[in-house]
């Protein structure tokens, strides 16, 4: 079993910068692929990015290329979305998953999520 706790939300105006942190329980951190997931109001929840069990491979949603990078630590059991440039459509909730093996982009795939935090861009 893994918990996830985010932190780091806020608001910001377009044009800035935020980063989200999630810390997992547990001791087998390295043995999950992690992603960052966002829902805005009457919308469905919607990749943004994923990184394997290494940090070797990432991967991003187009919306977000250039503009996020979802990064881990390991030692500290932490994943990061640092997220610049932002718009006032990359608004919404993020949430951080979990899955057990390989990375996914598929919502499905993910056994494990946060509780999401509120990201607010102001136009």
């Known amino acids: 079993q893994v918990q996830l706790v985010e932190s780091g939300g806020g608001l910001v105006q377009a044009g800035g910068s935020l980063r989200l942190s999630c810390v997992a329980s547990g001791r087998t951190f390295s043995s999950y692929a992690m992603a960052w997931f966002c829902q805005a109001p009457g919308k469905e929840r919607e990749f943004v990015a994923t990184?394997?069990?290494?940090?070797?491979?990432?991967e991003y949603a187009d919306s977000v290329k250039g503009r996020f990078t979802i990064s881990r630590d390991n030692a500290k059991n932490t994943v990061y979305l640092q997220m610049n440039s932002l718009k006032p459509e990359d608004a919404a909730v993020y949430y951080c998953a979990a899955r057990r093996g390989a990375w996914s982009k598929r919502y499905n795939d993910y056994a494990y999520w946060g509780q999401g935090a509120q990201v607010t861009v102001s136009s």
């Open positions: 990184i394997s069990m290494t940090g070797g491979t990432t």
